[in-house]
């Protein structure tokens, strides 16, 4: 498909799909789109209340349901209220460059957020899922690592922007290694990944001690950012074109800042199936999920 816009987007009736931090941003424009092209949507929303204003713009079947992504028990009790099969669950919600805080279970608030709730949360629902994972990752995942000796940022120097490449880049390892597993399965589900460019969403607003100056760079960047509407296109271009698995979506434009949608490439970091492996296998460890699926379950 050589563009993509939302006049592409197919009927989706009949369909359930799981949309994580549905209640702003792309992730509020991706649940609006698919529910108003038929789909049932589960708006995973940590504030119940900003879920259901969300839902109050959106035409169609929308379920706001409570879903807190550094909090693995709100996490499993998201996963076990699901009763019915999942055909797409886009793990959109994060966090951006926030002060050093930690998550419900002690993990470093970004990294616990953004890749393990998600990883937590693709385990659990995955015996559901009948079609798609998307998994959205960022340009900042080209400037990450994976530091195995600290993870959690308990003895370095707490970096905002350096732990949040970590866990863009985890979250792109993590989409390499789920759609291998799924292929050693046997399932029919895909795992892809896309990210919005530069877009102008709530992950721009500035907090911390250095804030009015990240003010300033943030109304630099909301001038020549494109919009969350243009931003939520990879995701659903992700979600619905036909891709191969573990595909890479974002916009096409200069830089992969802005435009249409296309398959883009990922930074060498990106693609070592052995730290993808080794992340899997911390990650069970540390979150106490696991993939269960067989070929049994696939057939």
């Not at 009736?13 to 994580?20: D, K, L, P």
């Not at 707490?158 to 789920?178: D, G, H, I, W």
């Not at 046997?186 to 102008?200: D, E, I, R």
Request: zero cysteines; proline letters at 4%.
């Amino acid at each position: 498909m050589a563009t993509f816009s939302f006049a592409d987007m197919p009927d989706m009736t009949g369909r359930t799909v799981v949309v994580t931090g549905a209640n702003s941003g792309i992730g509020r424009v991706a649940a609006r789109v698919m529910a108003g092209r038929g789909a049932r949507v589960l708006l995973g929303v940590r504030d119940v209340a900003k879920g259901h204003e969300a839902a109050a713009s959106m035409t169609g079947e929308t379920d706001v349901r409570r879903l807190d992504l550094a909090d693995l028990a709100s996490v499993r009790a998201f996963a076990d209220a699901v009763d019915e099969p999942v055909d797409l669950l886009v793990n959109n919600a994060g966090l951006m460059i926030p002060p050093l805080g930690r998550t419900a279970d002690g993990f470093e608030l970004q990294f616990g957020t953004n890749h393990l709730g998600h990883f937590a949360l693709t385990n659990l629902l995955l015996p559901r899922v009948t079609g798609r994972v998307v998994t959205v990752s960022s340009v900042g995942h080209r400037a990450g690592s994976i530091e195995f000796d600290d993870l959690n940022w308990e003895r370095r120097r707490y970096r905002a922007m350096s732990a949040y490449a970590q866990s863009k880049l985890a979250n792109l390892l993590f989409t390499s290694e789920l759609q291998r597993r799924l292929t050693e399965a046997g399932s029919p589900v895909l795992a892809t990944a896309a990210h919005p460019g530069m877009a102008s969403t709530n992950l721009l607003r500035p907090t911390g001690p250095w804030a009015r100056l990240r003010a300033v760079q943030n109304g630099v960047v909301h001038l020549v950012a494109q919009s969350e509407e243009d931003g939520a296109l990879p995701t659903l271009y992700a979600a619905v074109a036909d891709v191969p698995g573990d595909s890479y979506a974002g916009p096409g434009g200069l830089g992969e800042t802005r435009g249409a949608p296309r398959l883009v490439g990922r930074s060498r970091a990106a693609r070592d199936t052995a730290v993808a492996r080794r992340l899997w296998t911390v990650s069970e460890q540390l979150t106490g999920v696991t993939f269960s699926l067989t070929r049994a379950d696939a057939a």
